[in-house]
């Protein structure tokens, strides 16, 4: 073991694992944390908790984390290498292992300009493969990277992003192998809804065998509208929305849209458990954890194994 937590108990046990994801407020206000810790519980087997998403100003993912703890959910904080330089990561590293936080995500972060706060000034001292190394150094050799001795036990079950659908397609599983080689222990990817590319993707992973030295969650997200749908296929990096999805939700009538989005969702979960390589799903409701268990229940995927 090399955290303890339960979301690599459950993963090195073989079970087909669900993670969630919850966005933080945009102030200071616990209660919002809780509300949506509660429509999560029992329903996934842990919950990312986003760092300051998109760039915007929001409660600390540490923080954040630490509520979850206290409300019974096992979190996993994600880090982005935009706002810390590494002395700033290995001290919030310190402190959420010190707090109970046995998972952690390692992202490079949307550029400051899709924010609130366009004119701050980013850092990135080191990129999201050289956070890995870096934890999985500070874990496995007991020192931080300037070669000092770590006072007292670190552990991190150690998680990072991935695209399957940027381009160029040949060298996505190639970035990977990066990760994989940087100490990754599992693996989140991108919102998937070209199941074919997605495939071909896995195909491609299972080849090189990665799937044997991380673990791969693969990433849906509920199609809540026809416009959300057609802005995400047009504007977002790294989205592919085929338009038999689309037209699946045009011709589902006024009215019917969200349910047809949560319908494809769930045959997706579906699909994805039967791909080889992929080790469970990562569910990004999106301000829409109210919906949580309804996804899960019709998806097939309650009751969440325990521990």
């Known amino acids: 073991m090399k955290s303890g937590s339960n979301l690599e108990r459950l993963l090195e046990r073989g079970e087909f694992v669900v993670t969630g994801e919850l966005g933080p407020p945009k102030g200071p206000d616990a209660n919002v944390v809780k509300e949506k810790a509660a429509m999560l519980k029992d329903h996934v087997d842990a919950v990312n908790i986003t760092d300051n998403q998109s760039a915007t100003v929001r409660m600390s993912s540490i923080a954040a984390c630490k509520i979850l703890i206290d409300e019974g959910l096992e979190p996993t904080m994600q880090m982005v290498a935009r706002d810390r330089n590494r002395i700033a990561m290995m001290a919030d590293l310190f402190g959420a292992t010190a707090l109970g936080i046995k998972n952690m995500l390692c992202l490079s972060g949307d550029h400051q300009i899709f924010g609130n706060h366009p004119e701050a000034k980013n850092v990135f001292d080191i990129d999201s493969i050289q956070m890995i190394h870096m934890v999985k150094t500070m874990r496995d050799e007991h020192k931080v990277i300037c070669e000092d001795e770590i006072e007292g036990e670190f552990t991190m079950y150690i998680g990072a992003a991935c695209n399957p659908f940027a381009d160029p397609a040949w060298y996505r599983p190639h970035r990977l192998a990066k990760k994989v080689e940087a100490g990754v222990d599992f693996i989140q990817t991108q919102c998937i809804y070209d199941m074919n590319r997605f495939r071909a993707f896995m195909k ?31 504007n977002v990096s790294g989205i592919i929305i085929p338009d038999d999805m689309i037209n699946r939700l045009r011709d589902a009538g006024k009215g019917n849209v969200a349910a047809e989005g949560i319908k494809i969702l769930c045959e997706q979960m579906q699909e994805l458990k039967d791909i080889e390589g992929v080790a469970g799903i990562h569910l990004m409701a999106i301000e829409w954890e109210h919906r949580v268990p309804e996804i899960m229940k019709m998806a097939g995927f309650l009751p969440r194994p325990t521990v």
Do not use: F, W
């Not at 065998?209 to 057609?230: F, N, Q, W, Y």
């Open 204 to 234: 491609q992973v299972v080849d090189m065998g990665l799937h044997e030295k991380c673990k791969i969650l693969a990433g849906v997200t509920p199609l809540k509208s026809i416009g959300m749908a057609r802005y995400m296929a047009a």
